[in-house]
């Protein structure tokens, strides 16, 4: 089923419209860019937290979903906790795919 999702999210990365990895995604929102932030289900409390909050402070709508591992292979990367979405369109299908699988 969420399939679908990662798959998108391996296409909006190919896309160049997809942050990964700490620094890249906090220095980012820090400069209020990124339209949706991904953060996995299975990261620490500590890390959810410090990205939650930042994008909260940002304006930057985040989703708690998927896990690290699956995360990090969409984009053909090692383990990611958060994936910052750059582009309003893949950010509103892949939206569209998660809520589809939630209800």
């Not at 089923?1 to 980012?28: F, N, P, T, V, W």
């Not at 909050?53 to 989703?63: G, S």
């Amino acid at each position: 089923m969420s399939e679908g999702i990662y798959k998108l999210i391996g296409l909006c990365m190919k896309a160049g419209r997809l942050l990964s990895g700490h620094e890249q995604i906090s220095d980012a929102m820090r400069k209020g860019k990124g339209i949706f932030l991904i953060v996995a289900e299975d990261s620490s409390e500590r890390t959810r937290k410090e990205y939650v909050e930042l994008a909260e402070r940002k304006n930057i709508f985040h989703i708690l979903w998927g896990e690290k591992e699956k995360l990090g292979q969409a984009v053909g990367k090692e383990v990611r906790t958060a994936l910052l979405i750059m582009d309003k369109g893949f950010s509103q299908a892949i939206q569209e795919k998660i809520h589809g699988n939630i209800r």
